[in-house]
């Protein structure tokens, strides 16, 4: 059901929904429109012409810069808000009073009769007066605000030329033409030549206002540079006399070249350090070698100094030499021969000379490491002094930079303040400004204000533009239900039918004037209860409800008079139909009926009397009505206990419908006890009264307890209003007019199948006969 419901929300809305509503409210927006226009109409047609003048001005990026002098207070016109601060510039007021004073619009006659408006101005100045007045006398002011009482003469001219400055700029237009340096100033007035001008004034004490400006700044910009250019050049000689002080006491000539030679000395120094460290670092190495096979005169020949050296190469070939000729001559002489013995001395003799040579090498091996370790030392302390050297100077360097800069920084200063002195003596007689009239402002012809045929347009449209938005908005308070898509929409009820509003002038004099049904059957508000007579006899696919309960959501919603004409329209309609009045909180049916109520439903509800005792016939054939009887203290009570479906039962034998009347569903729980045992329940709603809350909060009821809801019947609806006429028209014309035949066609399908059903299951007698024919009759109808 939750489901059905969401998606009955989301339906979409079509604009015949739309239309219904403009129609259900369209003398509000017939009268809202009307009020609108009226008053525009009136606004328009009172006011005085105004008109329009507009002067062209062009604003240049940059000043004109003669003698190519870029001016000491020269206007930074690529700053992006330099052109907005020009705009307001045009708009301030110190701009404003210098044209009024220089016009005299203070006695002019447009200004001067400023306070005295006409028309419907007047009256809303005159009511706003009222209000002001009304909401002083309600709050009186704060005890520090100064009454216009106390005012001086003074503040009193100063507050009155305040409101013509304000006055003088809600007039005034000042707007920028894109993509240029133009500017149009307008200015509105009823007086077509003043405004012309106002206008050429205002761009002319513009230009004026701004040489003022640029002159007065030229001065201001002298006496500042004179002022100062003497502190400048103080300030110069006492720098420099600083610096030449500094350097005759370190004795500094040309710093930069001092700098330089030591940069190159220390360069120098590190890389002889480099080579020596790298000559010692190698004599070393061949040096403990030495040292290592000093024991050793067979690897101490092995160095490559050693094998390298000419002489010992010499020596040892020689050596080699002897040796093979030793052994040679051995093995043919023998060791004992004096020429061996020669030989072998001579060897012994090469030998001694290859060592003393060896030791030589490595003696001179050790001095010349000996001689680079020294030498390493005194280049190190050499490259150690002169970076001390190099930091020593640097120390000066900062101080002597320092005052260096400083001395030529007074000196630019000074120059530049010297040069800005005598530029600004120069062209403090110029007058160029970098704004120039383009176009003067001319006289016009023809008033801007009001433009009627617009305003007039514009006042139709907001007209009905309001109107139709308070109708929208009527209907988004209102939030009864209306029309079988409300029910659909909101309840998810089926639609019965609707009941239109009974006019009970038509029926005075007669006995039960509330009974259409019976007084005219073929009114349109019996048709509709014939309609719903369809409706209920259908709601079932083999046979019609026995039992109804016709109930409400809330009182007076013509739930009585509902139940009474659709049982006069079925008892007209050949069935046997009886009537309940189980209303015992305030019974209806016996006054509508002209009945006796002495005895009634009460009464069979606590056994005192028989049906037959209570029963009374009705205005028409076939109609019988038992009346509520005896108010009972508890009708809940009695209602709870079996013995009314007792009754119900006994009525079912007898009668073909039994309409049950009862009190509303929300104020007491009678009619949902009733609702149990009933076959079905058929809901009445005030169209256009009933709020939804209330019949849903009703629905609810008659859930919770499974109560069968046939639907519901939208009752006492006001065909001459057109939000109700143009869908209950169309809902008739699809009933009896082009959708007739396939209205028809399914009926007569509904009709063969009641009958059918009736014959076979019940084996009908003639009486029964009568009746499914008269029902026929009634669908054919």
């Not at 003048?53 to 990026?61: R, W």
């Not at 007065?216 to 400048?232: F, P, Q, R, T, Y």
């Not at 070939?317 to 020669?342: D, V």
Request: charge should be neutral; aromatic fraction near 6%.
């Amino acid at each position: 059901m939750e489901h059905q419901l969401s998606s009955f929300q989301e339906e979409e809305i079509h604009l015949r929904d739309y239309w219904r509503v403009i129609m259900k409210y369209r003398w509000t927006v017939v009268t809202m429109f009307i009020i609108v226009l009226v008053t525009v109409a009136i606004a328009t047609f009172s006011m005085d012409p105004v008109y329009k003048a507009t002067a062209q001005i062009l604003i240049d990026k940059e000043n004109p810069n003669i003698l190519s002098i870029q001016e000491v207070m020269s206007l930074d016109a690529r700053d992006v808000d330099y052109y907005q601060t020009q705009y307001k510039i045009l708009q301030s007021r110190s701009l404003a009073r210098a044209v009024i004073k220089s016009m005299d619009l203070a006695h002019h006659k447009e200004f001067a009769d400023m306070g005295q408006e006409k028309g419907l101005v007047a009256l809303i100045n005159s009511i706003k007066e009222s209000l002001s007045s009304l909401l002083h006398s309600l709050f009186p002011p704060h005890k520090g605000s100064q009454p216009s009482a106390d005012l001086t003469p003074a503040e009193i001219q100063e507050r009155e030329e305040g409101k013509l400055i304000d006055e003088f700029l809600d007039r005034l237009q000042v707007e920028p033409i894109r993509n240029s340096h133009l500017v149009n100033i307008s200015f509105l007035a009823h007086d077509p030549t003043l405004s012309a001008r106002v206008v050429n004034a205002l761009a002319d004490q513009y230009i004026q206002h701004n040489l003022r400006l640029k002159y007065e700044a030229s001065i201001d910009a002298s006496e500042w540079l004179n002022k100062n250019v003497g502190e400048l050049k103080k300030k110069v000689e006492s720098s420099e006399e600083a610096l030449h002080s500094y350097k005759e006491e370190n004795k500094i000539v040309s710093l930069e070249e001092k700098q330089d030679i030591i940069v190159q000395k220390l360069s120098e120094l590190n890389t002889a350090v480099t080579d020596a460290k790298t000559k010692r670092i190698r004599l070393e190495t061949l040096y403990n070698q030495a040292m290592k096979f000093k024991n050793s005169w067979e690897m101490l020949e092995s160095l490559p100094s050693v094998m390298n050296n000419p002489l010992i190469q010499e020596l040892k070939k020689n050596y080699i030499t002897l040796l093979a000729e030793y052994t040679r001559e051995s093995k043919q002489y023998g060791e004992k021969h004096p020429h061996i013995i020669k030989i072998n001395s001579e060897l012994t003799a090469l030998r001694n000379r290859i060592q003393s040579e060896v030791q030589k090498i490595v003696d001179s091996i050790k001095t010349e490491y000996e001689i680079a370790v020294a030498q390493e030392k005194v280049l190190i302390d050499a490259l150690n002094e002169q970076k001390e050297e190099a930091l020593e100077l640097n120390k000066k360097a900062i101080q002597y930079n320092v005052l260096k800069r400083d001395a030529e920084s007074n000196q630019q200063m000074f120059e530049v303040v010297l040069n800005r002195l005598k530029e600004t003596d120069l062209t403090r007689g110029l007058k160029t400004s970098n704004v120039r009239i383009i176009d003067r402002a001319e006289v016009p012809e023809h008033p801007v204000k009001p433009n009627k045929k617009l305003n007039l347009l514009l006042g139709a449209l907001v007209g009905l533009f309001a109107g139709v938005g308070l109708a929208f908005f009527f209907e988004y308070l209102d939030n009864t239900i209306k029309t079988p898509e409300d029910l659909k929409r909101y309840l998810d009820l089926p639609f019965l039918g609707p009941v239109p509003h009974l006019d009970l002038a038509e029926t005075a004099g007669l006995p039960c004037p509330e009974m259409i049904a019976l007084h005219k059957p073929k009114s349109h508000i019996s048709e509709a209860y014939k309609g719903l007579r369809t409706s209920v006899l259908f709601s079932f696919p083999d046979h019609g409800p026995k039992a109804l309960l016709i109930t409400s959501a809330s009182p007076s919603e013509g739930k009585t008079i509902t139940s009474a004409n659709l049982a006069i329209t079925m008892a007209q309609g050949g069935s046997r139909v009886v009537m309940l009045d189980c209303d015992m909180r305030k019974p209806r049916l016996h006054r509508l009926f002209s009945m006796k109520n002495e005895r009634g439903i009460s009464n069979l509800l606590v056994g005192q009397c028989q049906i037959k005792d209570v029963i009374q016939d009705g205005p028409v054939a076939n109609l019988k009505v038992i009346t509520c009887g005896h108010r009972p203290p508890n009708p809940s009570e009695l209602l709870v206990s079996d013995r009314l479906g007792q009754i119900l039962a006994e009525l079912k034998e007898e009668f073909d419908h039994i309409i049950i009347d009862s009190p509303p569903l929300v104020a007491v729980t009678d009619s949902v006890i009733i609702s149990r045992i009933v076959d079905g329940v058929i809901l009445v709603i005030h169209g256009g009264v009933t709020s939804r809350e209330v019949i849903k909060r009703g629905c609810d009821l008659l859930k919770n307890v499974k109560a069968p809801l046939l639907g519901a019947i939208i009752n006492n609806i006001d065909l001459g209003k057109r939000s109700y006429y143009y869908y209950y028209q169309y809902y008739y014309y699809q009933y009896y007019g082009d959708g007739e035949q396939k209205v028809e066609r399914r009926r007569r399908r509904r009709k063969r199948r009641v009958h059918e059903d009736a014959v076979a299951k019940i084996g009908v007698d003639e009486s029964q006969e009568e009746e499914v024919e008269s029902q026929q009759q009634l669908v054919r109808r």
